[in-house]
Structure formats: C-alpha cells, structure tokens
C-alpha cells in the first residue's frame, strides 16, 4: 500500500449556524399549572399538553443534533492541495459516547445464552445486589466477593463498563442485622472496614461508585454518626479511588412533582453539602437518578425541567435503574407502558448531560417484577422491541459517501470514535483512519484528510 494518509483538522473558517432561539421557549417555561398537569386519559394530543407531540419531538430532535452529534465537513485533497472529486468514504462507528447499559444479577454467571445476549447489547453495567454491604458481608467479618469478582470478570472480557452499586445505602430497611444492633462506635469501625475493603479491591476498575446511596431520602448513618456522614464516606472513598467519579444515587428526583425529600434542588444542595466537606473540593461528583417510573403519564414538563436544572451542575448524569410499572387493570397496559417508557427515553436521551441509561432489568431470568426486556427464552417483550427500536435510532448506521468536485462530503454523526476508509478514484487504493467525533475533538466539524496519489 503506498497510499499515505494524514489526517489534520482545520481549525478555521467555518461556523455553523447553530440556533437556539426556539430552545427557550421550553427552558424558560418553569413547571407546568396544575391544570397543565392534569391528566385527561390517554389521548395524542391532550397527554403532553400544552405542546404538541410533534413540538416535543422537534424540540428532542434539536437537542440531539446540538448536543449529540456532529456535523462534519470531510475534505480529501492530494498533497498539492488539489481537490479529490469522486473519492468513496466509508464511514463506520467504532463507539458511542453514549452508553447503553443494563442490571445484572449473578445469575448471569452459569448462564452463556444471557452472556452473549448482554453483551451484544450493553456497553454499561449495574449489579443489582452483588457489589451490597450485606451481600458481601452477610455475616459480620465473613466477606465474600465471588460474586461481584466474577460478575466484573465477564464485565471486563466484554468491554462493559460498571457501575460500583452500592458502597453503603442510608435506608435501616436494607442494614443487615448485626449493623443494625452496632453502638454509633462500632458502625462506624465497621462501615469504615467495609469501605475500605470494597473500594480498595475494585479501585480503578469501576466508572463510578454509589457511594451513599438514597441519602435523601433516608438517614441511617447520619442518625447515629452525625450529620455529615455522608460526606465522611465520600471523603474516604476518594481518598482510596481519587480517579473514579463519586455518584449520588436517588429516587423520585425525576419521576414525582410531589415528592418532598428528593426533587433536583434538595439534589443539589446535598451534592454541594458533600463537596464543601473538608477534603471533598477536588472530587469528581456524578449524578445518580434511579428513575422508577410510576404507570401514569409522564410529566415531561418535569422531566424536562429536572434535567435541565440537574444538568447545570455540569457534572455527569446516568439515569442507573430506568423502569417503567404496569397497572394491571387497564386492557391495554402493555402499550401504555412501551409509550410512557419512549417519552422518558426521549426525552432523557435529548440531555446531553446525561451520559448512560441504565434498564434496571434485561433478561427476564433476573426476576421480573416491573419492567424486562425479553421472557426466559430471551425473546424481547414490547420494551425489548422499542430499545431495539431507539439502539438503532441513535447510532450512526455505516455510511458511504462520495466526494463532491470541491473534494467536500458533509455527514452528521452520533459523537464517537469512528473509522473512516477513503477510496482514492483513480488508483483505487483505499487507506483508513480512525479518530474521535465530538465538540472538544473537532470543535468546526472540519476534517482535512489528505490522500498521496
Ligand atoms: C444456573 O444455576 C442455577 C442454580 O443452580 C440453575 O437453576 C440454572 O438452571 C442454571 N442455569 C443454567 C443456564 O445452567
Ligand atoms: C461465597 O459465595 C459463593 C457464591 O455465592 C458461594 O458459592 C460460596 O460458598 C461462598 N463462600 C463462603 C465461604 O461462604
Ligand atoms: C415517590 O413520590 C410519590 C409522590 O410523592 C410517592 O407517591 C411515592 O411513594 C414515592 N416513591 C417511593 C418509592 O417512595
Ligand atoms: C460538619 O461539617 C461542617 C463543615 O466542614 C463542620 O463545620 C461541622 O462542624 C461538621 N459537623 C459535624 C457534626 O461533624
Ligand atoms: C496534484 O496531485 C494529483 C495526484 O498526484 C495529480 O493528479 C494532480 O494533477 C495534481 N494537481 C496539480 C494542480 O498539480
């Protein structure tokens, strides 16, 4: 092959017409009325009021564009500067900054048709309840990481990143017995034992970790320890794994108007407790929603509003237990459920602060007590159909192009790490590169690429 190809980025001239004035109109509308809010049945155009299902669409599809994909100008020149006119690219997505991921549960282990299933799907991972305190220490002193070791094995083997889910969770109901029973003295030379034993054996593998999970709604440790302890925690899990991002895991900051403990301003005021803790001010923080959808509508309003103001942070969101429930007594409950579920997904998916969608539950094989994706014989359910449906919607499919007589070819792509094959027109030699697609890597979207004739 004597064909040698650079590539260069140019970093000038071309801006492209990037406008936001019909975003305001939804960012400056705060939360709906109560009479917006209220809910008429399920009906195209009364659901989503007061905008139009096609005024939510394009508003997502806006969004998307901006925050998700990028516009690239391909050149092909020859060394001389001489435009390439015919050139074929074949352009191929190698990744996706975006990730789509999944619960698992250990029952994934002895079970080779769920491997291959998750693992052709989920480039993200949660463990259910492997990586828990009283999973792994169910009896005081006797700790037992089989599980979690081999869950992150295969994890690993498969390019799938994890979520460590949790250090500790604040809710009594989930305290094993014998740390229930702790004086304040013991809990906390037992929860600093257990810290420091999860966080040092899987430190620097893991994307993040929940380090106190539902601390707003519950309390457990800052009962007996102080108010702060949350912060404490934080603090000693960055001490051990200062590269891994520290998440808050809740529930109901998305998914209910009228919780009280938990909407995205208590969020943030408690995000900003721990960071202005002694030692905290360098910490790289996430944001944890689990998203427990209810079977309602949806109040996109509040979806909408909640992410932007979560968003603000500038920190990381993953949604980290997507599920949407069922009501039983309705005929058509099935297809309420996929249409909830593609509103959040949307609408979710349009934030591009939200970096991964977590399903809470895949395979079926796990137990499934709310939402799956596919039966036992990991056949996909309608929710498995229209994850498949939107898998497929925010990739970019394999592209081929061909230059123009200015050596030009424009495509739009889902930000990522691509592969791009150039076809030289006249001595058919084909040469590939491989580069990163987002606004940090090719702020102007232009890619000088040059072709040794
Ligand atoms: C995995 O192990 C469980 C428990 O022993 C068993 O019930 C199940 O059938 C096994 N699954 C497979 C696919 O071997
Ligand atoms: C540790 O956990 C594994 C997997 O659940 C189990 O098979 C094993 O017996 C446990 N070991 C002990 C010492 O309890
Ligand atoms: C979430 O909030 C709603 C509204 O306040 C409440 O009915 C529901 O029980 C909450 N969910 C949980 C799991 O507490
Ligand atoms: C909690 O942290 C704050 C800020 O560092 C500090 O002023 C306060 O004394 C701490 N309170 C307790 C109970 O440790
Ligand atoms: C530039 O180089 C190409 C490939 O070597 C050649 O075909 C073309 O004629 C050259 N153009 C000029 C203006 O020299």
Redesign the pocket.
């Known amino acids: 092959m004597n064909t040698l190809f650079i590539i260069f980025l140019l970093l000038l001239c071309f801006f492209f017409l990037l406008k936001s004035e019909d975003i305001t109109r939804a960012q400056e509308d705060n939360y709906a009325t109560e009479e917006e809010k209220e809910v008429k049945g399920f009906d195209e155009n009364t659901l989503f009021s007061p905008y139009t299902k096609q005024e939510w669409r394009s508003y997502q599809h806006k969004k998307i564009n901006e925050g998700r994909k990028t516009r690239l100008k391909i050149m092909i020149t020859y060394p001389n500067k001489t435009a390439v006119t015919g050139a074929k690219l074949y352009i191929k997505q190698l990744t996706s900054d975006f990730h789509w991921g999944c619960g698992m549960t250990h029952r994934i282990l002895n079970n080779s048709a769920y491997k291959k299933w998750f693992a052709s799907k989920f480039t993200a991972a949660d463990f259910h309840n492997e990586l828990k305190w009283y999973y792994t220490e169910p009896t005081q002193g006797q700790e037992n990481y089989t599980d979690p070791d081999a869950m992150l094995k295969f994890a690993d083997e498969h390019g799938i990143i994890v979520r460590g889910h949790t250090v500790l969770w604040d809710d009594v109901k989930y305290q094993q017995k014998w740390v229930r029973k702790l004086s304040p003295e013991k809990l906390l030379q037992a929860a600093n034992k257990r810290v420091d034993s999860v966080v040092t054996r899987y430190k620097g593998r893991l994307v993040g970790w929940d380090v106190m999970n539902e601390n707003l709604?519950h309390n457990f440790f800052e009962k007996r320890l102080g108010k702060n302890a949350s912060a404490y925690f934080y603090n000693r899990v960055h001490n051990i794994d200062p590269d891994t991002t520290l998440y808050m895991n809740e529930?109901?900051t998305t998914?209910?108007?009228?919780?009280?403990w938990a909407p995205p301003e208590k969020y943030l005021r408690r995000l900003k407790k721990i960071q202005a803790y002694p030692g905290n001010s360098g910490m790289k923080m996430g944001i944890g929603l689990e998203c427990?959808y209810?079977a309602e509508p949806i109040d996109l309003h509040y979806v909408r509003n909640s992410l932007t103001l979560l968003s603000q942070a500038g920190l990381p969101i993953w949604l980290t237990e997507l599920d949407v429930k069922i009501d039983p007594t309705l005929e058509n409950k099935a297809q309420l459920q996929v249409i909830y579920l593609e509103e959040i997904l949307r609408e979710s998916f349009c934030h591009a602060a939200v970096k991964a969608i977590v399903i809470w539950t895949g395979a079926s094989i796990d137990g499934c007590d709310v939402m799956c994706m596919t039966n036992e014989k990991l056949e996909n359910t309608p929710v498995g159909d229209l994850i498949d449906r939107l898998m497929e919607e925010w990739k970019t499919g394999n592209i081929e192009v061909v230059s123009d007589s200015k050596g030009i070819s424009r495509v739009s792509v889902f930000n990522g790490r691509y592969e791009v094959t150039v076809v030289d027109p006249v001595t058919d030699v084909s040469s590939s590169v491989t580069f990163k697609v987002d606004k940090v890597s090719i702020p102007d979207g232009n890619v000088h690429l040059q072709v040794l004739g």
């Open positions: 709604h529930f109901n998914e209910h108007v009228n919780d009280e427990h209810g």
